[in-house]
């Protein structure tokens, strides 16, 4: 009877600390996130930007090329390959100079992207201690919530959260 006693005790005692556990929708929330928005709009400008440069470097460099094949005509064979031989240089060092900038665009990208990404989760902490969570999982694609009741879904409320301090 003792035992039973002790039994009841420990199931009470589990049913007052029984865990408080919400789950956001990791997809939705990054999609709705205005600072993510932002900073992959300003990914994609400089990226266009970049393309534009670089598709009028080498519109210049075809040009400089096809006057190249033309003058070449009436220039010594030795000449012409010399002369060949700096423009595929020049073309290599233009190539390998916007394949750098390209490279450090998505290095910043990347970069600014983690930014956001740590923010996020430390946000999504913040607000789990703030009221009360033990857990809150993340769902979506690749999330880890295969079924979760609406109830428990907090993706509105982080993201309104996250919208409101990002604005600050």
């Not at 789950?23 to 996130?33: A, E, Q, R, S």
């Not at 233009?94 to 990347?110: C, I, P, R, V």
């Amino acid at each position: 009877m003792k035992k039973f006693g002790v039994l009841i005790g420990l199931v009470l005692l589990a049913a007052c600390q029984q865990s408080k556990i919400g789950y956001v929708d990791n997809v939705k929330l990054m999609d709705g996130y205005q600072e993510k928005i932002d900073v992959e709009d300003s990914y994609k400008a400089k990226a266009e930007k970049l393309g534009k440069q670089r598709d009028s470097i080498s519109q210049a460099f075809q040009i400089e090329v096809q006057a190249f094949q033309t003058k070449a005509q009436s220039m010594s064979q030795k000449k012409a390959q010399e002369e060949y031989a700096l423009i595929q240089q020049r073309g290599q060092m233009m190539g390998q100079s916007l394949q750098q900038q390209e490279q450090s665009l998505q290095a910043e990208g990347q970069e600014k992207m983690d930014s956001v990404v740590k923010k996020v989760k430390a946000e999504i902490e913040a607000y789990g201690k703030a009221n009360g969570y033990t857990y809150i999982l993340g769902g979506g694609e690749g999330g880890s919530v295969l079924y979760g009741s609406e109830a428990n879904d907090l993706t509105e409320e982080v993201l309104k959260l996250l919208n409101d301090n990002y604005k600050k």
